[in-house]
């Protein structure tokens, strides 16, 4: 019976040590982390301009892992005015962002629908060089950002560093598609 406990011992021993030196040295000594919460949930977050992805997702806060130290982080949603703000992550530590954004006034109708298809979920979305949102918002049945009609540029940023552009005429009444991949 000892052997078997030992034997045991061993094997769960020798599996702690083979994951540790899987990871690469010092990777989360300099690492911290930031958590948003963020209303309305659906901001972008960029972090020293990187965008990381919404701020929230089913009205759960996200959690991104930077690298400790200063940092500079933006909020956008394009119906509230953007807020930036530093802050100073700790090693191991979570920085917690708490913001409420501002509401600007909404433009009137009549619109045309954009939708973006076959993207990553939380790809960046870019109207005219402003950042709209993240893909999984552009493609569900009543989904799509409602614009006025005319002509845009549309991107869509994958968080690999891939990115998908095209010119668009939004008409009233008419969804227009954008396929990213």
Do not use: W
């Not at 958590?35 to 992805?53: I, L, N």
């Not at 909020?75 to 708490?98: C, D, S």
């Amino acid at each position: 019976m000892t052997s078997y406990f030992n034997r045991r011992v061993f094997i769960s021993l020798a599996a702690v040590v083979l994951l540790c030196s899987a990871l690469p040295a010092g990777a989360q000594e300099n690492q911290g982390y930031i958590r948003t919460k963020v209303g309305p949930g659906r901001t972008g977050v960029f972090v020293d301009g990187k965008y990381m992805g919404p701020a929230g997702n089913y009205k759960r806060s996200r959690k991104y892992a930077v690298s400790a130290g200063r940092h500079e982080v933006k909020l956008v949603e394009p119906r509230y005015k953007e807020k930036v703000v530093t802050v100073n992550v700790e090693a191991g530590r979570t920085t917690v962002i708490k913001e409420r954004l501002e509401s600007i006034e909404l433009a009137k109708p009549p619109f045309g629908r954009l939708k973006v298809e076959k993207a990553g979920k939380f790809d960046a979305v870019y109207i005219n060089g402003a950042y709209y949102g993240h893909a999984d918002e552009f493609n569900g049945m009543n989904q799509g950002q409602l614009l006025v009609p005319g002509e845009y540029t549309v991107r869509v940023d994958d968080r690999d560093g891939g990115s998908h552009q095209e010119k668009i005429t939004i008409t009233a009444h008419k969804i227009t598609h954008v396929f990213a991949k």
